[in-house]
């Protein structure tokens, strides 16, 4: 995938003839180092999965699946004693820096419904309207989580529980009458995926997200409710006790399904919480890319085919940072395997349009496109219109013609040529007032000034801000940093030409 890049122009003069022209690139020598830089064992850093208000208050004595109840004050305590281990490809991809989180945007106490999006006029449906109620639905195709164990080597999986006799177990979801198939393994590696793990996480958010306090009891109670038990299972090792526990769960869940009731639920909350987004997209990428990670490593040095991709939780910030909405046009130029464009279709609803040359992130954002359509619909959720285009995003009309309408544009341009951002300064020449460009590298020069000499740049077009990142915040280093959100607004430019008569 080409790392993002960005800008954004008009063209007119004081009289309303033409000023501004196309950049004309210009060539420099330049060294650029890759944007994904690994470790020395060649994998990749770790990311702690965040836990918000959304997640249920329980008690845990299993350390494999962190306890929801951790402040974002002792997480952060906990940070400094903890020591860094390395995660999976899904999991140092996808999922964002968890219980330190310094964004800070959704701690909310926990059952406390989120009623409405204070960055909507009109709020956003949620409901996947399609969403039937009864188990006379049409059956649609998902791919399970018995799928990436039994494509995995043999040896790669353990029995999870000393005492199980059966090994596979199915798990309800709110929107579909259909259920995921698992297997009760434990991965020898700590960094391959964990059927248990996101069965837990799955009921953890559907138990709090889609029912209100008094229905989710049974599952919530800190002493007798059925995630307590679970956990409880897990530490005695107790199969039986464990697939009671799910078992337990589906009636419940589909019990609400079948009755209207979460339907109902979700009508009252017009947005989701950040946990939800990331396990959604998670699964996701565990389903139809992890397996195949390895082919994303392809690139060539000191190119614009360079991979690195930016994690839900600072997408998330983009996001609230430029007022994106469900009405609204994102476009991600160089969008790899699609995250991106996932994420804003399902986080924000809005129509979300990614571009990718590199063939290898093209199929794999193919076969992500269809698994998250089909995962949102067993979530239950409406996602907005998803478009992925494959191309050089300086040549695909249906990208020229999309930026001309978008309100928010995202282009890593973290390691891209010279050539390519001034190609990419033409593309945006038509790009229109008001319409916000992120980047991770300004196109303006700090300190720049508009003068007789250079008036006729399409720079001056671009009021920049400045932001900080904080840690795990992209894939390719721990460490925080910054990024830039222009706007394109002509005002100094005309006053500018005004003054000059």
């Known amino acids: 995938m080409r790392l993002k890049a960005m800008g954004f122009f008009d063209h007119f003069h004081k009289d309303g003839t033409t000023a501004l022209k196309a950049q004309t690139p210009k060539t420099r020598k330049e060294v650029v180092k890759s944007a994904v830089a690994p470790s020395s064992s060649g994998k990749s850093p770790v990311v702690k999965h965040y836990r918000s208000q959304a997640l249920v208050n329980t008690k845990s004595s299993d350390r494999d699946i962190p306890d929801p109840r951790k402040s974002l004050a002792s ?19 996808l999922v964002s820096s968890s219980d330190d989180s310094d964004y800070g945007e959704f701690e909310i106490q926990p059952h406390k419904r989120i009623k409405s999006d204070s960055r909507e006029k009109c709020p956003r449906s949620l409901r996947y309207e399609a969403a039937p109620t009864k188990d006379n639905d049409s059956k649609f195709t998902f791919l399970h989580a018995t799928d990436i164990t039994a494509l995995g080597p043999t040896n790669n999986y353990k029995a999870a529980f000393g005492d199980q006799t059966e090994v596979e177990i199915s798990l309800q979801y709110p929107g579909g009458s259909q259920q995921e198939r698992y297997q009760l393994l434990h991965p020898r590696d700590n960094e391959d995926f964990n059927p248990v793990d996101d069965m837990i996480r799955v009921i953890e958010l559907i138990s709090t997200f889609y029912l209100l306090s008094e229905q989710a009891e049974p599952l919530l109670d800190e002493n007798s409710g059925i995630i307590r038990k679970l956990r409880r299972a897990l530490a005695r090792k107790s199969g039986q006790e464990f697939r009671e526990g799910v078992l337990r769960y589906n009636q419940i869940i589909k019990t609400f399904r079948d009755n209207g009731m979460v339907s109902k639920n979700l009508d009252k909350v017009h947005c989701l919480p950040l946990p939800l987004v990331e396990r959604i997209l998670t699964q996701t990428y565990a389903r139809t890319v992890s397996l195949q990670v390895s082919a994303l490593k392809k690139y060539e040095n000191g190119s614009d085919n360079v991979y690195g991709e930016l994690l839900p939780r600072f997408i998330s910030k983009i996001f609230h940072d430029t007022g994106l ?27 979300s349009w990614g571009c990718e040359m590199m063939e290898n992130a093209c199929e794999l954002a193919k076969r992500q496109e269809k698994e998250f359509t089909a995962r949102c619909r067993l979530w239950g959720l409406a996602i907005g219109d998803l478009n992925l285009e494959r191309g050089d995003f300086l040549k695909n009309p249906n990208i020229a013609k999309t930026l001309k309408r978008a309100d928010v544009v995202l282009v890593n341009n973290q390691a ?11 593309l945006f020449l038509d790009l229109r007032e008001g319409c916000q460009i992120v980047s991770l590298k300004s196109f303006v020069p700090h300190d720049h000034k508009i003068t007789s000499r250079n008036f006729n740049s399409p720079m001056h077009l671009l009021n920049v801000e400045r932001k900080e990142y904080f840690s795990d915040s992209v894939s390719w280093t721990n460490a925080p940093g910054t990024y830039f959100v222009a706007r ?11 003054r000059m008569g």
């Open 416 to 426: 891209f040529t010279p050539e390519l951002n001034n190609g990419l300064m033409n």
């Open 75 to 93: 997480g952060k305590r906990d940070r400094a004693r903890r020591v860094r281990k390395r995660a999976s490809p899904l999991q140092s991809r």
């Open 488 to 498: 394109k607004d002509s005002t100094k430019l005309k006053e500018f030409l005004d």
């Open 325 to 351: 909405k469900s009405d609204q046009v994102f476009v991600d130029l160089g969008s790899g395997v699609g995250n991106v464009v996932l994420q804003a279709a399902l986080e924000v609803g809005c129509e």
